[in-house]
């Protein structure tokens, strides 16, 4: 190419001229700690950051340092640094023996699930280069998941959120502008400041998906003054958690001690790919089977890879779990091979009581619900009372997420009461530290917040906020559109309810209505299908650039206390809550200033882990030493057989005996007598195993607990507030079971549709990591061979789904009617949508299965499978389209879906799948509010 | 020592002048035009080289701020189908890259601190790139009066040519992605003097 030296010319000569308005160095850098560049009087950002004047003019000697190797003169080299990410390009590399010189190792805690395992991370240059598990971590043990181990897609993702952004025409039109943060941080105090000053402080609301830093939300909240802080504990566990507190009250989280099993019996978890407790529990259930010769059967309607790894698989009709542990409990107790002492010491009926109970739940009467042989039903039910007391069930959503999904986790935990498992080593176990240990207190929190929300504490379901708040986050949408609430601020966390709530249609139809939520606020790394509908998006930081202490509960049944630490400094201009709450505080004023007087999050941080004990040999305590080690785990002994725990002469004194022998003290349960000694008992209102709880039926019904509640010993159960007064609820105070009436008559071309998680995915978040998205990036409908057979289908036809409305929930929920559901085959039509199938033998056949996770539409170009953005045609953002240099991003997107919604171009295995929430309807758990996600009644045609 | 100093680029006027190029362009690259940058380029110092650069700037001011800032941000920020300005991304597919970790360095050379994330933008890019161009043509104003400057005009230019290689060339291909991007007419102009300034300078520091 020839220079065109008039074309030169002119731009030295223009330069000349606009030279003169740049003095100094860089101009224009934005920072948010800095004042924006002046023109003419422009110094360098770091000048008039304060940092003091640098040396002007260039480093020559610095220069000669670096100018050889490996940088080549006159072509694109090797760049000093660290080591590439694995792609083609390292790979060309490999090995690459000076990845790991002069690393930094840092302890830190995952967060791309909720079972937080911790993590090390080795950061060279400033750039974290690889993450894995932290052998240190006493409940993960070292190891880390596919998930974990995306964690760096995660935080060098292109399209992350760097600035605050607000929104600029229509909300969910998608056009924004850059705003700093004190711009983002004035209006939103302005905003809140006028909610507050509203005198209906509950009208804004907090609304977070996965969160682990518990206290900086509540602080805020509180300090604030609003209680109507949602979450989706009900779209996850809330059937689970009522199930295991109406039998124990002290804990909502059963430890199923599988390490030291013989025979786990499984309900529809998946624990070897999604369970709450994923790579700790899935790592203890092995070692269960291989070191301890545990047995593992699973019922669940699709063969997980749980399920496939078990010992024996049973695939029952969809939401029959309870039945077939039920026909269980039966077989264990009329062949006697119950366990008598436990049963008549330790729980609150007697065996006559329990045989009236279980008398009519045959396993032949299960079969015929379930589809499981009754001879294996009995069989199962013998091994497993024959391992006993080193046996244990465990549950999940697979029999929670259902309508009677209470009544299946009731059913399944009462088997390990019938053989005596309960709190034994290898058996059905707890433990009252669901997350830190207690040892490590914050700085000093304000008074709860105690405004009242429909909201966050809906009035038609009676268990959901009794012993904790588990609150029923399906129903938030709806109760807006029907006008039982107002927001007039809205702040997101961390959420992607358009994608993880049922109803997408509807959630949308809300998040984009400014009538109906005022003002939206959204938190999140990432753009995504929330942040679509909001008119302030903040970058917030990831979890490998902030602080936390956090901790699960653990399987050692002992609690510890890790530490999630930034690794490296935030991206761009990503805070954490941490960091910019207390500065939102200050603005909107009003005394929540005054719960913020740290001088920065380190300074919370060295308060919060201040009790941590010193290691003897490193001499560190406190933060430093969770900064050493990342962890600190307890010597306690393990939670087993608490109710046996002596109380002493101290814990007696002053105390009294009632005619059932509980031990009371002003007025509140302390224990039990056992054979004339004293001990702990349950925490209970009988101190015993309530298999028959008169309080879930008391408490059903509106009326007064105060006293169950009194000696129990478990002061944060709560009657239920005034406001719920007129919606009783018929809850049975024993265990039982029924099949929803949905179920009873499905027609030949009607299924039942359940959902599942991949062993790479979380529900809403990880699609966009590309490492994940090549291994799972679509969900075709898993249907069973012999049903496609029935209906004329084959492997790769599309359908098209018509999801309804449970007549169950017509039924007992009358205030969720919809009169915008239009009546078809004598049911309610919800939506449709259409998908292709995939035929295999591992689904029920009268299930149909499809995963979540899949069908974004506004979450990163790689979770939407688009190498080609709509406004740049020909490629993906930021691959280079002559060298094709990253080929991870560009050719090998392999996955791309180019048919353009032509079903006859459509190849399978590409595109990014389709949002199964789009089909699911609202249909909380009468009983607790639990989103029922697997009992969709579905109808199927071929397109 | 005396004699004849020379660069590829020119003399040290033609320096001069590619260095306050150079810089234009990074401001203009670096973030969105605030109110006083505007004004600077409508009415005042720089009035003359935006109109022969024939930027589209007329409107009540308000607007035009506001429409630029709102194109900037669809073009470069986001938060969906823009084009990443930072050469991490181009070069490794991903964010804060081994590009930022030599950008940090070449950031010492030159004296300047900038934000990690941003240091591999392409408007950072630009302004490093104009102050070695400015400290060459001293360097070449000095050495062309007879002192001992000149062993500097041939270490600058070398770190002229490397770093236009290693940080500055990968923004023609930023350039062609966005151009295809955006409607903004400001920006597209932006984009296409860009691109005509870029190839002379790919032509003068020799990169292949």
Redesign the interface.
């Known amino acids: 190419m020839n220079r065109d030296v008039s074309s030169r010319r002119r731009f030295l000569t223009l330069g000349l001229s606009a030279g003169a308005a740049f003095a100094g160095g860089l101009v224009g850098c934005r920072d948010s700690k800095k004042e924006p560049s002046r023109p003419d009087g422009g110094g360098s950002a770091a000048q008039e950051a304060g940092a003091g004047p640098l040396p002007q003019g260039i480093d020559l000697e610095k220069w000669n340092r670096i100018k050889g190797e490996p940088y080549r003169r006159g072509s694109f080299g090797l760049m000093p640094g660290a080591c590439a990410l694995p792609g083609p390009q390292a790979k060309r590399n490999w090995p690459d023996r000076d990845k790991y010189k002069d690393v930094e190792t840092i302890p830190g805690m995952c967060q791309l699930c909720s079972t937080v395992c911790g993590i090390v991370g080795y950061v060279k240059d400033g750039r974290l280069i690889k993450v894995e598990g932290n052998p240190k971590d006493p409940n993960s043990r070292g190891h880390l998941c596919a998930r974990g181990q995306a964690a760096l897609n995660h935080l060098y993702h292109p399209e992350r959120l760097l600035y605050p952004l607000k929104r600029v025409g229509a909300r969910g039109e998608g056009r924004w502008k850059r705003i700093s943060w004190d711009e983002a941080l004035d209006e939103i105090a302005e905003k809140l400041k006028a909610v507050r000053q509203s005198g209906h402080p509950e009208e804004f609301a907090f609304h977070q998906g996965r969160q682990r830093s518990k206290d900086a939300l509540k602080r805020f909240l509180d300090a604030f003054g609003t209680s109507t802080q949602l979450s989706h504990r009900s779209l996850c566990s809330g059937n689970r958690r009522a199930a295991n507190l109406s039998y124990l009250w002290e804990s909502d989280w059963d430890l199923n001690d599988v390490e030291h099993s013989k025979y786990i019996l499984n309900f529809g978890s998946n624990a070897f790919e999604a369970h709450q407790g994923h790579v700790p529990f899935a790592n203890r259930i092995q070692n269960g089977r291989f070191r301890n010769g545990a047995k593992l059967v699973t019922f669940d309607v699709r063969l997980s890879n749980t399920a496939g790894s078990s010992d024996e698989w049973f695939a029952p009709f969809p939401g029959t779990d309870g039945a077939v542990a039920l026909a269980m409990g039966h077989t264990i107790l009329s062949e006697n091979r119950h366990d008598e002492s436990f049963l008549e010491t330790w729980t609150n009926v007697s065996i006559e009581e329990l045989r009236e109970l279980y008398e009519p739940y045959t396993a032949d009467w299960a079969e015929r619900i379930s589809g499981v042989p009754a001879s294996d039903i009995r069989r199962i039910a013998r091994e497993f009372a024959g391992a006993a007391p080193a046996a244990t069930t465990m549950c999940n959503r697979g029999s929670s997420a259902h309508i009677n999904g209470f009544y299946n986790d009731r059913a399944i935990n009462l088997l390990n009461a019938l053989v005596g498992s309960v709190g034994q080593k290898g058996g059905w176990c707890w433990s009252p530290w669901g997350g830190l240990d207690p040892v490590v207190q914050t700085p000093p929190m304000p008074p709860a917040a105690q405004t009242t929300s429909i909201l966050e504490d809906p009035p038609e379901y009676p268990l959901a906020n009794v012993w904790r708040r588990m609150r029923v986050g399906e129903i938030v949408y709806l109760y807006l559109l029907q006008g039982r609430a107002r927001l007039q601020a809205y702040m997101t966390y961390n959420l992607d309810s358009p994608v993880t709530w049922p109803e997408e249609s509807l959630t949308q139809q809300v998040l984009g209505d400014e009538s109906l939520i005022e003002f939206h606020v959204c938190i999140n790394a990432f753009y995504n299908e929330t942040a679509h509908f909001a008119d302030i998006v903040l970058p917030w930081t990831t979890y490998l650039e902030r602080w936390d202490l956090d901790a699960r509960a653990s399987y050692n049944l002992r609690p510890y206390v890790g530490l999630r630490t930034p690794m490296i400094e935030p991206l761009g201009e990503s805070r954490d809550v941490r960091d910019f709450f207390p500065e939102l505080a200050r603005r909107i004023g009003g005394g929540m200033e005054k719960w913020y007087p740290e001088q920065d999050v380190r300074d919370y941080m060295q308060q919060w882990a201040a009790a941590v004990p010193e290691n003897p040999q490193t001499g560190k305590s406190g933060l430093d030493r969770l900064l050493d080690e990342g962890v600190w785990e307890s010597d306690l002994e393990p939670f087993y057989q608490p109710f046996l725990r002596p109380l002493s002469a101290e814990d007696m004194e002053g105390s009294e005996v009632d005619s059932g022998g509980v031990i009371l003290k002003d007025g509140h349960g302390i224990g039990i007598m056992l054979d004339g000694k004293p001990v702990r008992g349950f925490k209970t209102p009988s101190r015993k195993f309530e298999i028959r709880s008169a309080f879930i039926h008391k408490i059903g019904r509106n009326e007064d607990c105060s006293e169950l509640i009194a000696r129990s010993g478990m002061p944060r159960t709560k009657n239920r507030p005034a406001e719920h007064r007129g919606h009783d609820v018929e809850i049975s105070e024993m265990p039982t079971w029924f099949l929803p009436r949905e179920m009873e008559d499905l027609a030949d071309d009607e299924l039942i549709m359940t959902s599942f998680k991949w062993n790479v995915h979380n529900h809403g978040r990880t699609m966009n990591l590309k490492w994940l998205a090549e291994i799972v990036h679509s969900n075709p409908a898993w249907l069973n061979p012999k049903t496609a057979h029935q209906l004329g289908l084959g492997d790769g036809d599309w359908v098209e789904l018509t999801s309804y409305y449970s007549r169950e929930l017509e039924h007992r929920s009358p205030h969720l009617k919809r009169a915008d559901l239009v009546e078809e085959r004598g049911r309610r039509k919800v939506a449709t949508m259409r998908v292709p199938i995939v035929t295999m033998e591992g689904i029920h056949p009268q299930a149909l299965a499809m995963s979540n996770s899949c069908g974004h539409t506004h979450y990163t170009s790689v979770a939407q499978a688009k190498r080609t953005p709509a406004k740049t045609a020909g490629h993906l953002v930021g691959s280079d389209s002559q060298k094709f240099v990253d080929a991870d991003w560009e050719r090998n997107m392999w996955w791309e879906d180019t048919s353009s919604g032509d079903h006859s171009d459509w190849t399978p295995n590409t595109g990014n799948g389709w949002n199964q929430n789009r089909l699911i309807p609202i249909a909380p758990d009468p009983v607790s509010g639990q989103q029922s996600y697997h009992d969709t009644v579905i109808s199927i045609r071929k397109l | 020592m005396t004699g004849h100093h020379d660069s590829p680029a020119?003399d040290a006027?033609?320096l001069?002048?590619?260095?306050?190029?150079?810089?234009?362009l990074?401001?203009l690259w670096?973030?969105?035009l605030?109110a006083?940058?505007l004004e600077?380029l409508v009415d005042?110092?720089?009035a003359?080289?935006a109109e022969?650069?024939e930027f589209p700037l007329d409107g009540p001011r308000e607007e035009v701020l506001?429409q630029l800032?709102?194109e900037?941000?669809?073009l470069v920020?986001?938060?969906?189908?823009?084009?990443?300005p930072?050469q991490?991304?181009?070069?490794?597919?991903?964010?804060?890259?081994?590009?930022?970790?030599?950008m940090?360095?070449f950031l010492?050379?030159?004296?300047?601190?900038?934000?990690?994330?941003?240091s591999d933008h392409l408007?950072?890019q630009l302004?490093?790139m104009?102050?070695?161009v400015e400290?060459l043509a001293e360097s070449l104003a000095i050495a062309e009066t007879g002192t001992e400057k000149g062993g500097?005009v041939t270490?600058?230019t070398?770190?002229a040519?490397?770093f236009f290689?290693?940080h500055v060339?990968?923004i023609t291909?930023f350039l062609?992605?966005a151009g295809?991007?955006?409607d903004s007419k400001f920006y597209l102009r932006l984009i296409a003097v860009t691109s005509?300034?870029l190839?002379?300078e790919?032509?003068?520091w020799?990169?292949?």
């Open positions: 020119g006027e033609d001069e002048g590619l260095a306050g190029f150079y810089r234009l990074s401001r670096v973030s969105e605030d006083e940058w600077t005042g110092s720089l003359d080289v022969e650069l506001e800032a709102i900037y941000c669809g920020i986001g938060p969906k189908n823009h084009v990443p930072h991490s991304v181009w070069v490794e597919g991903q964010l804060h890259g081994q590009t930022v970790v030599s940090q360095q010492e050379v030159v004296r300047e601190e900038v934000d990690a994330t941003m408007g950072v302004g490093v104009g102050i070695i400290s500097d270490e600058l070398e770190l040519r490397v290689a290693t060339m990968w291909r062609a992605r295809a991007a955006t005509e300034f190839a002379e790919h032509e003068v020799g990169v292949d």
